[in-house]
């Protein structure tokens, strides 16, 4: 096989507070050849995710802490270039967990097939991939949606949110979203077709503008941000209501505790559930996962948005521009060409 050069990010120092660019390091080594029942995968496509904050610092978590000195890990999408295993052939699409580079070798178990005609390959890191999984879970699993109920999002125009809407919308619900622009509230209500979005940076009182978009309350809160967000839901949230909580991004870069929601007492009178969740808990809900997302996608009834960083020297600046809203839907690094030349 020939020798393959191979950049790769590493974290080069645990950021305090908001990451720095400092923080990481771009480094070119030797890709390693495939040994027995390994493969070697050419990186196309990347993710970048605000759970990986967690992963810069050392403590203990669900996945353990990255390493000073080591290269990152996080979602991919690739190709088979090298195969030593009778279960992946050269030229197979695959999804892994071994981004950060761009070019990944391992035991063919740790990469997953993914089928091209599904969607493009991309969007295995985006609808049809974790954020889409991760969505699917919270509403029906977590939250126990029923057709027909009041449904909140926060950062409804995110990777994760967009497909809840969507997703809610398409068992009739009510749908209201928050997003942090003009332009993403336009999009959430005039392509992914929710009922009204609210621009959280530009409404004032965000829970008056909650309780104002829905005069009869909230059955089911999806949490993406934290903080005000879950105060303003918590106030509308009916009687029985449910809360998945998925993540806290305003609270990702905080190097002090804050004051938790003032209103949590209400938790108690209106027997509320909130439940945090992790994505990986649900991986047996695959094929039911696809079953629906697969039709929404081929009707044109699931709509999405990327925001593409090209080369993986770009990578940092594509995690950091996370925590700015610089992102559009999915936040996704394009590592190399779809085909090689």
Known sequence: MMNLTSKEVRLKARPVGMPKESDFEIVTTEAREPGDGEVLVRNIWMSVDPYMRGRMMDRESYVPPFQIGSPLEGGAIGQVVGSKSDKLKVGTYVNHMLGWREFATGPAGGFTPVDPTLGPIEAFLGVLGMPGMTAWSGLFKVAELKDGETVFVSAASGAVGSVVCQLAKAHGCYVVGSAGSDEKCKWLEEVAGIDKAINYKTCGDLTEAVKKAFPKGIDVYFENVGGKHLEAAIESMRP????????????????????????????VGKSLRLQGFIVS???????DFFAEMGPLIKSGK??????????????????????KGANFGKMLVKIGPDKPA
């Open 240 to 267: 029985n209501g449910r809360v998945a909580l998925c993540g806290m991004i305003d609270q990702y870069n905080d190097t002090e505790p804050r004051p938790g929601p003032t209103n949590l007492i209400q938790i």
């Open 281 to 287: 808990n649900y991986f047996q809900y695959l094929d």
């Open 302 to 323: 699931m709509k999405w948005e990327e925001t593409v960083e090209e080369g993986i020297e770009n990578a940092p600046k594509a995690f950091l521009n996370l925590f």
